[in-house]
């Protein structure tokens, strides 16, 4: 599963250095045979009660001790496969076109998981609303009634350096600023549930990738070593 965002970063346009952050042995001896360099991961920050953006933050400080100041770096997650190396740059291009973005981050559209749908069960054991359904003008139980509902889907973070500053950061998601930028793709997902990997296995299918090959393949054959090349139309990721 890691290997593909590591793929990906490879094979991108604008990222010019990998690192990974684990505390697992097979895990960096993976990363290190695809050219990453290991930050070890402390104890705690590799526990189920760790956060994402405690793990950002110290990856950056880290990253920073190796090289310096670092404007602009790329989370990816390894248990996201949904990401191409078009999209990377894409968001890296956003940031350096406008340098009042935070951030860019990619999005899928789930209109089946909206606000108008979502329900809590209340200490009586009964369904209620998680939201004032009447408050979102157009509710119905249309699922595209209240307009399209697009959810950060995990495959790629694209940050500016003041996002590690979490005291600013927008809830849930404090590592990504205040003010972001879409990047649109279908079916995006990190995978925390067994159903993740049959989603996974159709996206990668529809870019190109099968049990055997990968896209990165088709671009080395014809010709380099596919640098550059993010944006043959099997890569596009949109």
Same mark, same amino acid.
């Given at each position: 599963? @890691?290997?593909?965002?590591?793929? #990906? ?84 291009? @956003? ?85 972001? #930028? ?52 099997? @890569?596009?990721?949109?």
């Amino acid at each position: 599963m @890691m290997v593909y965002p590591l793929l #990906a970063a490879q094979h991108s346009k604008k990222i010019d250095e990998v690192y990974l952050s684990t505390d697992d042995a097979e895990i960096a001896a993976i990363g290190r045979s695809f050219g990453a360099t290991i930050i070890d991961r402390p104890a705690a920050l590799a526990t189920s009660d760790a956060l994402v953006e405690d793990v950002v933050v110290h990856g950056h400080q880290e990253i920073i001790k190796r090289r310096g100041c670092v404007e602009i770096f790329a989370l990816l997650l390894c248990n996201s496969a949904t990401i191409t190396p078009g999209i990377i740059d894409r968001g890296i291009g @956003m940031l350096e076109d406008d340098p009042t973005l935070d951030s860019a981050l990619t999005v899928s559209r789930y209109n089946e998981y909206s606000p108008v749908r979502a329900r809590r069960i209340d200490g009586s054991g009964l369904i209620q609303p998680f939201v004032d359904v009447n408050a979102i003008p157009g509710a119905s139980c249309d699922r595209d009634s209240q307009g399209d509902v697009y959810f950060c889907d995990g495959s790629a973070w694209i940050l500016r350096e003041r996002c590690t500053n979490l005291a600013v950061g927008q809830l849930p998601f404090r590592w990504t600023g205040n003010k972001m #930028a879409p990047l649109f793709q279908t079916g995006g997902l990190d995978i925390d549930n067994p159903d993740g990997v049959a989603r996974t296995e159709w996206w990668l299918r529809e870019h190109g990738f099968t049990e055997t090959s990968t896209p990165y393949d088709l671009m080395q054959a014809i010709g380099g070593t596919g640098q550059g090349t993010a944006d043959s139309p099997s @890569m596009r990721g949109e």
